[in-house]
């Protein structure tokens, strides 16, 4: 895998309505499942959401939206008190690319919101599950698989985003994709072709490697 392809990936943020076939699915799946795991357990189990399923997964989140039902993660959220200077200055430079992308709104602009109640206009989401009560460990894992198959999906011209706005209802996912009750969603992963929208162009930095590393010797 070239290094290109670490830089092509970017969260893609509205997709156009072009199916991603079965055929490719499984092989971007195939390519994910060599990721590392804890004794080579592979935790990970994909749902993948296509066609009708998904339409009413996005009706449903509508719905769920409109109701104000509070949002709902089978895994805990990052939470403020624990983050550091330096990942709070990211989040604030990260809010910059976005307006700079979006104009003042930023992700206030109607057009993003539409866009994630419509779970990106995505046709195909993967929902990576782990066994309920899943170690950090696994989550590890699951991380590792879902880079994986981002990294993969990009090698394909399909793009990617992984997102908290795909996973708010567990209850919703679990009914339409038949999840077992001894599973719970990690994350959810929108596949797709990039369609022309502004959403797409946000284009975020990364910070000076010599605020993320140490070389003791
Ligand atoms: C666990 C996770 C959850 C995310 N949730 C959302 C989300 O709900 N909405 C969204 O627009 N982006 C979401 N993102 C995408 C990040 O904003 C994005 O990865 C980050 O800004 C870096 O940009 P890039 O992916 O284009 O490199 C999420 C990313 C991760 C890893």
Redesign the pocket.
Same mark, same amino acid.
Do not use: E
């Given at each position: 895998m070239g290094k290109n392809l670490i830089y092509k990936?970017?969260? /893609?943020?509205s997709f156009d309505d072009e199916e991603v076939s079965d055929s490719l699915i499984e092989e971007i799946i195939k390519d994910a499942s060599h990721a590392p795991s804890w004794q080579n357990a592979q935790p990970w189990h994909v749902y993948v959401a296509k066609d009708g399923v998904l339409d009413r997964i996005k009706a449903e989140y509508k719905n769920a939206k409109k109701n104000n039902l509070p949002s709902n993660t089978d895994i805990t959220t990052p939470h403020r008190d624990n983050r550091s200077d330096l990942s709070m200055k990211n989040i604030e430079e990260?809010g910059d690319?976005v307006k700079e992308a979006l104009g003042d709104q930023g992700?206030d602009l109607p057009e993003?919101q539409e866009a994630?109640a419509d779970l990106?206009h995505a046709p195909a989401v993967a929902y990576l599950t782990a066994k309920k009560n899943a170690s950090e460990f696994t989550i590890y894992d699951i991380?590792s698989f879902?880079q994986t198959l981002m990294l993969s999906a990009t090698s394909w011209g399909i793009g990617t985003?992984?997102?908290?706005?795909?996973v708010?209802y567990p209850d919703i996912l679990k009914k339409e994709l038949l999840i077992p009750d001894d599973e719970e969603v990690v /994350?959810g992963i929108a596949m797709g072709y990039p369609d022309d929208s502004k959403l797409n162009c946000?284009?975020?930095t990364?910070t000076d490697v010599d605020n993320i590393l140490d070389i003791r010797k």
């Open positions: 990936r970017r969260s /893609i943020r990260w690319s992700t993003f994630r990106f991380g879902g985003i992984p997102a908290y706005a795909l708010t /994350i946000i284009k975020t990364r």
